[in-house]
Structures are given as C-alpha cells and as structure tokens.
C-alpha cells in the first residue's frame, strides 16, 4: 500500500509541477499589455513602462515563474493588479460560495444518477429502464446554461419561487443565513447536477449489468438468494469501483461548470472572479485560479484512486 501511494504522490506532484508551467506559459503568451489596460489607452509610454517596473512585468520570464511558485509555496500570493489585494484573500472569499455550488450539486448527481443507474439495471429491458436512458440522454444533450436559463424562468420568473440570481450571504447580520444561502444555490446546484446525474446513471447501469453476469452472482442465485438480494449484497459494491472514477473526473466537470452556472446565477463565486480578472487582463488572479483548480480536480483524483485500492485490494497487489 505504501508503494502505491507513493506513486500516486509522485504523480500528483508532477502533474501539478508541469500544469503549473503550462498555465504560466500560456497566460504570459497572451496579446495585451496589462499596464495599457489599467492605465487605459490615453496613457503615456513613460506611464505603461513605470507601470510595468511597478507590477514585475518587465522581468524576464523564468524569473516571474520561479517567484510565482516560491510564493505560493511559501504561502504567499502576489497582489491582484485590479483589487490590490493578495489574491489568496479574494479566492478564499470567493470559495465560500463555489465550494458549497459543488457540493451540493455532486451530493444532487450521486443521490440522483447512482438510484436511477440501479433502478435502471434492475430492471433491464422494461418501462422503467428504458424511460431513465431516454431521460439520460436528453440530460446530456442539454447544455448546463441552457437549463439554468430555464429553470430561472419557470422557478423565478413564472412561478416566483425563488430569485432569479444573486447571493444573500451566509451570514445573518449581511440580511443572509444558512437557508437563504442554501435556496440561492439550490437551482444552480441543479442545472450542474443535471447533465452529471444522466452520464452517471448510464455509467451505473452498465456496471451493474456487468457485474450481474459475473460467475459468483450465479451462484449465489443458485443458491436460492432472489435478484434483490445479490443486488444489495453482493453486486452493488463491486459494480461501485469503476463508478468511483467516473465521480473523480464528474467533481472537476462540476467545478469547470460553476464557472459559467455562476455567471448565469449571478454567484460571487470563483467564475465570476475568473471572468471579471480576464476582463481586467488581471492575469495574476487568473493563474492563481486556474492553478487551485487544478490541483483541486489533481486531489480529488488522488483520493478515488485511494478509495479505488481500498476498496479492490488487487490494485494493491498489482502496484506492490
């Protein structure tokens, strides 16, 4: 077992070491002048250069990168060229809103598509099985925008249940609290839940349908146990090891997601933050943010595939 984490560690930190170039690279190769933005276009050329010298610019940029990466592992964050504020300060305020979005929307996909994926299964080739494939289907043929956009308009503009967007707080003395934070993230939750619930109940079903045709699953019906019961004790967990990876690769489709839900919504999450520093040619904010997301989606990765080898001990075995 140590090997194994050993060579997942290994993996996390390279992965994350050669993103953290890529991101760097590709963001420092984008046309624009961030001085110029600030400044606006009736700045001098004396202006934009002194500018430039002020916020680092004018270093080359390998120096950039190295002290980029020795902040960060410092815990240092550089200050943002639009808030002037450390950037680990406006991501950490913007996170209490998109890491609940995420949450709630991953709890929604589990709870939705890992019940219709067995439901599915169970029963094959009937009513119910094929009307949760054509419901699945049509989940994933439907872009996560274009549901929040209509799900705004039933539940808040028609029906006039909840608002349209914007975000009270979690808070009581900012006119919030934990319910009102709860409900305005509640139709977001579901527009990103949506199209994840229906790949997973797909991906459910055929698990459960695999493992079913396994030689033990014979036997205990030989035996004289009834479907629903080698169903419950003997299938499901197995048939849940691959479904463990798909949640791994859904929690980054939810996290990528938010950023154009929360846009949609309104949210003063981590897209809207994405979206206001790349108006702002705020570049230090923009890697800042693309960076965490990725060691996010990196982490959550590692975890599966820890829970993957405790779960199925011959992954051990093979990496032993």
Avoid: C
């Avoid at 080359?60 to 190295?66: G, H, I, K, N, S």
Wanted: aromatic fraction near 8%.
């Amino acid at each position: 077992m140590s090997l194994f984490l050993l060579k997942r560690m290994a993996t996390f930190i390279a992965t994350l070491a050669v993103a953290s170039m890529l991101v760097f690279a590709m963001l420092d190769l984008l046309p624009g002048n961030v001085a110029q933005v600030i400044l606006g276009d009736t700045a001098t050329p004396e202006s934009i250069a002194a500018l430039e010298k002020k916020l680092g610019l004018d270093r080359p940029p390998a120096v950039r990168y190295a002290d980029w990466i020795g902040g960060l592992l410092q815990g240092r964050t550089a200050n943002s060229f639009s808030y002037d504020t450390p950037t680990a300060e406006l991501i950490a305020e913007r996170l209490q809103v998109t890491l609940p979005l995420a949450a709630l929307a991953m709890v929604f996909t589990v709870l939705i598509g890992i019940a219709l994926g067995i439901y599915a299964a169970a029963h094959q080739n009937r009513a119910g099985d094929v009307g949760v494939m054509a419901v699945s289907q049509l989940g994933i043929a439907v872009p996560s925008f274009w549901f929040a956009i209509l799900l705004i308009l039933l539940f808040a503009v028609k029906l006039q249940w909840v608002s349209a967007g914007g975000f009270p707080g979690w808070h009581e003395d900012d006119g919030g609290g934990l319910w009102q934070g709860l409900v305005a993230l509640l139709l977001p939750a579901v527009s990103l839940a949506a199209v994840q619930a229906a790949v997973l109940a797909r991906w459910t079903r055929s698990s459960v349908l695999e493992t079913l045709r396994e030689d033990y699953v014979r036997t205990a019906r030989a035996k004289g146990l009834s479907r629903r019961a080698v169903l419950w004790r003997h299938v499901l967990r197995n048939a849940m090891i691959p479904v463990l990876t798909i949640l791994g690769l859904q929690f980054a489709f939810l996290i990528s997601g938010t950023v154009v839900v929360e846009n949609v919504f309104v949210l003063p999450g981590i897209g809207r933050l994405v979206f206001q520093a790349i108006a702002n040619r705020d570049l230090v904010v923009v890697r800042d943010v693309v960076l965490l997301l990725v060691a996010m989606v990196v982490i959550v990765n590692f975890v599966v595939d820890v829970l993957y080898a405790v779960i199925d001990p011959r992954l051990k075995a093979s990496d032993a």
